[in-house]
């Protein structure tokens, strides 16, 4: 057993053989801390590039917790010793304007548009179980600016309201493919895999995927595979409630 803590709260889980990354999506809602909150194993603060391959053992001992404002202080304390030493630096004039050079671009870092070179449809009938097949979802395009920075990607169910009247379950496996249609690594663990794959489901409407970048390209979201249980047939089916609708939102890590 892994003994999980933050703040006044501790878990005991079975969490051997799994990662810190694993860990951290597993208690991040239950414990109430964010993804900006640092993982401590067993005394050692565990960095958070190296949390997908830092594996748990039996009786380890994790803790989540706040990172102090460092920054914050270290200027605090600059502003302090100017304050004191004022009169060493108080000559010169009281006014002065500088410049650095900034361009802008006609693009924004990524865009994000609807893919739908691969379209799949299925038909839901009632008590049904079926499957989805795969489907291309999303483009995401840092070509066009360059942007060569690490993105993070969240893609949600955006009408769980009208899909839960149809289905019992629905569980969508999505992947991330670069521009040569490989893999891309977005569970951090430095391989880019069959584990490689983001669950959404109607009790977890919304998923992460994070990822480095090497070169900008054109990245594809892809709906690998999905299955379903309906809901015993009523009139409040209509013939676009079973369809689900999705949102993709790209921001910089």
């Known amino acids: 057993m892994v003994q999980v803590e933050y703040k006044k709260e501790a878990r005991e889980a079975e969490l051997t053989g799994r990662t810190v990354a694993e860990a951290r999506r597993l208690f991040e809602d239950e414990l109430g801390f964010t993804k900006k909150t640092a993982a401590v194993l067993n005394g050692v603060r565990v960095s958070v590039h190296r949390e997908g391959s830092t594996v748990l053992h039996d009786d380890d001992n994790l803790v989540f917790r706040a990172i102090g404002h460092r920054v914050a202080f270290l200027i605090s304390a600059l502003l302090l010793a100017l304050a004191v030493t004022g009169g060493v630096f108080a000559s010169g004039f009281i006014s002065g304007t500088a410049a ?5 671009s006609n693009y924004n870092f990524a865009e994000v548009s609807a893919n739908t070179s691969v379209v799949n449809t299925w038909t839901v009938l009632g008590g049904l179980k079926g ?12 070509a066009s600016s360059g942007y060569t920075g690490d993105l993070l990607l969240t893609i949600s169910l955006a009408n769980i309201d009208e899909l839960s009247p149809i289905y019992r379950s629905l569980s969508l496996s999505l992947e991330l493919r670069d521009a040569g249609g490989n893999l891309v690594d977005i569970n951090e663990d430095g391989n880019a895999d069959s584990g490689d794959f983001a669950l959404l489901t109607l ?24 299955s379903f249980i309906a809901q015993i047939h009523s009139s409040s089916w209509s013939s676009g409630s079973a369809t689900p609708q999705f949102f993709c939102e790209v921001s910089q890590r």
């Open 131 to 142: 499957s989805t097949g795969n489907a291309t979802l999303f483009d995401v395009d840092t």
């Open 203 to 226: 009790n977890n409407g919304s998923v992460t995927m994070p990822f480095e970048q090497t070169t900008p390209q054109v990245y594809t979201v892809w709906l690998r595979s999905g």
């Open 100 to 104: 650095i050079n900034a361009t802008s």
